[in-house]
């Protein structure tokens, strides 16, 4: 420590006080600026957050199916790449958990898919209420790698899980008057708060004329990937048609009517001009507002791919619709 | 010498206006844009034009309303970042989505109405863009170049139509934008309405008097 007093700096060395004025206002407006910036930048971010969400997107660990499951390479299964679990199960409609592709990741745990029943019922000879661990132990479980084709024209290659719906049917044998199979989404606000928005018509509903839903490839899906299905794919019980624009998929069902005469259909009452009841995937037949000729693989990049008729089904199916005019069932 | 005032808002409006793009460019190609790139990518750069458009729209209202002078300073750069992203939209559109194929740009554009009028928002911004230089407005006299920018009203409800018919179901979003233009539609005419009632009334004193 020393005793002498500092030395004054040089007059040479003392900032003129203009400069020094003009310092302070430099850094001031340099604060100004960055704060703008900042804020703008900021403002923006939560505008467009919808969009950015997906980083911190929840991927569910739902548990690996115990059960045996016959491994796909079935007659039916393709051997096209799999969409990585993580995008099927982070970017989904479901607008009883929001509107956005990652709402229903972030929004579905408040849906319990046990303890679970589903009603079947209407024109059938063994109408009943069962759980739904009970269902799916009626067949054995199988993997069917099926391609789904959204009718925003995307698609995916899923490994699902389940039962043809055919075996299901046939177990409450319909009767001679069964045409046609009506299912309902649950409705309960509290566990899907989406309902509490007039979106939709509450509950989803969907339906499938009676030979498509005995068709072989329709199926009943309750887990995918070897896991049980998450909340957000559906769970416990979902209906999947690969033939059909993925909307037909409807999910957490909890009731499965036969009926004599056409269901109604959520898509369908809700813009009939842009969604029929078959809704199957058709490349001639574009959306109003865009052209279903292709497709964007999720995962595979910005390479669009054509959409197949019947999305590659059409060997399987083409059958159902021989002497339907297409375009006008939609 | 006094230094222009607020010199610091329009480098500010543009480093963090754009700041966003430069973020999607990082971002889409790292996967954290989603499963769906692309589409988070023309949500977000479509979303950003409208924003920045009825913002850019706001400034003239905003001095009528609460006699504010600054949102003047900003009205051209809030208009061509609008512009930017309006482009950039397109571009992700063209280039990634349609992978430059233009048998299917044009049929969009020809066959839906939805595209059709998202993109002749765009073309009516491109003059916009083109004329918003100093040396423009000399060229073609304040009042030929005003009239010309009203455009940027056309193109401003022609992107809410576009979002609204977007949209697939909750058209919620889309009428936010509709209502605050309406809103801005409303102060225009508001003062347009003034401005005559005051002309009319000197005019008729002049008039009056012998």
Redesign the interface.
Known sequence: MSDKPPAEPPSSEITPESRYLRRR?LLK??G???????????G??L??R???R??D?YVPDAGLVNAPVAKGQGPYDTDEPR?PY??VT??NNF?EFG?D??DPARNAHTLRPRPWTVTIDGEVHKPQTVDIDQLASWSPLEERVYRMRCV?A?SMVIPWLGFPLGELLKRVEPTGNARYVAFNTLHDPEQMPGQR?G??DWPYVEGLRLDEAMHPLTLMATGLYGRQLPNQNGAPLRLVVPWKYGFKGIKSIVRISLTRDEPPTTWNL??PDEYGFYANVNPAV?H????Q??E?R??EG???RPTLPFNGYAEQVAHLYTGMDLRKNF | MASRPLPWLNPALVVGGLSPLVMMAVQGPRGDLGPNAVEAALNQTGLFALVLLVASLACTPLRLVFKWTWPARIRRTLGLLAFTYAASHFLVYAVLDQGLKLGGILEDIGKRPFITVGFTALVLLVPLAVTSTNAWVRRLGFPRWQRLHRLAYVAAVLGVVHFVWRVKKDVTEPLIYAAVLGLLFAIRAAEAVRKRRARDAVAARSAASP
Do not use: C
């Open positions: 206002e407006n340099a100004l600026f960055a704060g703008t910036a900042a804020a703008v930048a900021g923006l971010y505008l467009g919808k969009q950015t997906f980083m997107a969409t993580e995008d982070t970017y607008y509107l592709k990652n925003e995307w928005r979106t939709l809700a813009a574009d109003p507002r865009w052209s000729a292709s964007r999720i995962g910005f390479e669009r």
